[in-house]
C-alpha cells in the first residue's frame, strides 16, 4: 500500500504544521476499514508512535503530543491528517503515516512499509 505523507517544512518553536498523508491507490472502502497512525523519527532515536485514529475516529495520542497535536482523517479523500501546534525543538523529525494493526495502544504495530516520510524542523 503506498501511503504519501506531506506537509513538513521548517518553522519557529511554538508554530503549526499539519500533515497530510494519502493513500491514491486505496479504494475508499478499504482506505475507511484501517486504523491509520502517525509515527516519527528523528536522528539516532527509535521511530516513535505518536497518534492513532481508528475506523470511527476515535484517537489516541502518546504523552509527548498529547494537547499539541491533533489526527483526523477524511475518508472521502483518503486522507489522514496531523494537526501540529506548539511545535518544539525536539519535534523534529521525519513524520511517516501507516496502518495500524492492535486492539490497543500498546498492541499497535506498523504494518505497511515505510515510505519517504515528510521532514518536520523546528528552530529554537
Known amino acids: 500500500v503506498q501511503l504519501q505523507a506531506s506537509g513538513g517544512g521548517l518553522v519557529q518553536a511554538g508554530g503549526s504544521l499539519r500533515l497530510s498523508c494519502a493513500a491514491p491507490r486505496l479504494i475508499f472502502s478499504t482506505f475507511s476499514s484501517y486504523r491509520m497512525g502517525w509515527y516519527r523519527q528523528a536522528p539516532l532515536k527509535q521511530r516513535e508512535l505518536l497518534a492513532a485514529?481508528?475506523?470511527?475516529?476515535?484517537?489516541d495520542y502518546a504523552g509527548s503530543v498529547k494537547g499539541r497535536f491533533t489526527i483526523s482523517r477524511d475518508n472521502s479523500k483518503k486522507k489522514v491528517y496531523l494537526q501540529m501546534n506548539s511545535l518544539k525543538p525536539e519535534d523534529s523529525a521525519v513524520y511517516h503515516c501507516n496502518i495500524l494493526h492492535g486492539n490497543n495502544w500498546f498492541e499497535y504495530r506498523a504494518v505497511n512499509s515505510w515510505g519517504q516520510g515528510t521532514q518536520v524542523t523546528v528552530s529554537s
Open positions: 485514529i481508528s475506523t470511527s475516529s476515535n484517537t
